[in-house]
């Protein structure tokens, strides 16, 4: 089991930036693929990026490429997304969420973070 805690939501102006973290505790973190997903009101969960057990590869959606940058500290079994030039269709709940694939689909997830709010005002 691995238990996920997201952290660094909130409200931001556009073009402004947030920095999420997820703090894991459980089995060995660095076993793991960790993926940043969204969802917004009304819409399904959609993939944001992931990185790669040792940090390695990184993969990122189209729309956050250039902005957002994922990474990952396995000393301190935390992964952060860096959020720049916010925009206000990233409006959306962030979960972080742990895998053995490196995959960008939700299923291939096998643990989930409770989701931080992030909310950009135009």
């Known amino acids: 089991q691995v238990q996920l805690v997201e952290s660094g939501g909130g409200l931001v102006q556009a073009g402004g930036s947030l920095r999420l973290s997820c703090a894991a505790s459980?089995?060995?973190?660095?076993?793991?693929?960790m993926g940043w997903f969204r969802q917004a009101p009304g819409k399904e969960r959609e993939f944001v990026a992931y990185v790669s057990q040792v940090g390695g590869f990184t993969k990122y959606a189209d729309s956050v490429k250039g902005r957002f940058t994922i990474s990952r500290d396995n000393a301190e079994n935390t992964v952060y997304l860096q959020m720049n030039s916010l925009k206000p269709e990233d409006t959306a709940v962030y979960y972080c969420?742990?895998?053995?694939?490196?995959?960008?689909?939700?299923?291939?997830?096998?643990?989930w973070g409770q989701g931080t709010q992030v909310t950009v005002s135009s």
């Open positions: 969420a742990a895998g053995t694939l490196l995959i960008v689909t939700p299923e291939g997830y096998n643990y």
């Open positions: 459980g089995q060995t973190f660095s076993r793991y693929t």
